[in-house]
């Protein structure tokens, strides 16, 4: 029974996929670009900047190394906040007209951020250790996070396109429900993604860092 709900929640993710590949081609591709600009903005950065993020990144991994035990309930408390505010932005931006370049320019930020703190994790530790830092760091919570940010920017963009094509009020309605809808299960996936940042990422990072 579980397995045929599990086949079934699978055929649900891939026919939406399908029918809105357009929507996350170029979504996508706003999230990609973001990435780029972030890599690109730490290969251009200046020498004082460099080390001023060196600092930073040498203070990090010290108070790590330094802190025996981390106040994972606050953690937990600052990641859902912040996901929750993500999760109503896009949901709220997405239901007017006006607020579709909002949308992407939310995405376009947090590909921004992501390409940011790989490069400057790769950067400052090496290859090797950077890549080791940014896989624990950022990979578990990423496979649900960003999956679930780039489906409420297209939801956003559907409602905005459906809006465009359909201008009658009644309808309206329906895509506006059915957005909503959408968006509070994609933020399930954020608070799930928070969980495992804090409770398994952080752990884990926690257990290796007194190598780097």
């Known amino acids: 029974m579980k397995r045929n709900k599990r ?8 026919e939406h996929i399908v029918n809105n590949k357009k929507e996350y081609v170029i979504v996508s591709l706003i ?11 730490v290969n251009n950065m200046q020498d004082e900047q460099k080390q001023e993020v060196t ?48 949308v992407f320019g939310v995405v376009l930020y947090r590909g921004f951020c992501l390409g940011y703190t790989i490069a400057v994790c790769i950067t ?20 649900l996070f960003i999956p679930a940010m780039l489906a409420l920017a297209i939801s956003g963009f559907k409602l905005y ?6 201008r009658k009020k009644e309808n309206i309605k329906i895509e506006v429900v059915r957005h909503t809808i959408f968006s509070l299960i994609m933020l399930v996936f954020l608070l799930v993604s928070s969980v495992v940042e804090i409770f398994l990422s952080t752990n884990i990072l926690k257990g290796v860092i007194k190598y780097f």
């Open 161 to 166: 396109k459906s809006i465009i094509k359909d």
């Open 31 to 41: 999230f990609i670009i973001g990435i780029f600009l972030g890599v690109f903005f």
């Open 7 to 14: 086949i079934r929640f699978l055929e649900i993710i891939k």
């Open 124 to 143: 400052i530790m090496g290859l090797q250790q950077g890549t080791v830092f940014v896989l624990i760091l950022l990979l578990l919570q990423n496979i």
């Open 55 to 102: 600092s930073y990144m040498s203070s990090f991994i010290e108070k790590m190394k330094s802190t025996e035990s981390l106040d994972q309930m606050d953690l937990l408390k600052n990641s859902i906040g912040q996901n929750i505010v993500l999760a109503t932005v896009l949901w709220f931006f997405g239901t007017t007209v006006i607020g579709l370049p909002v």
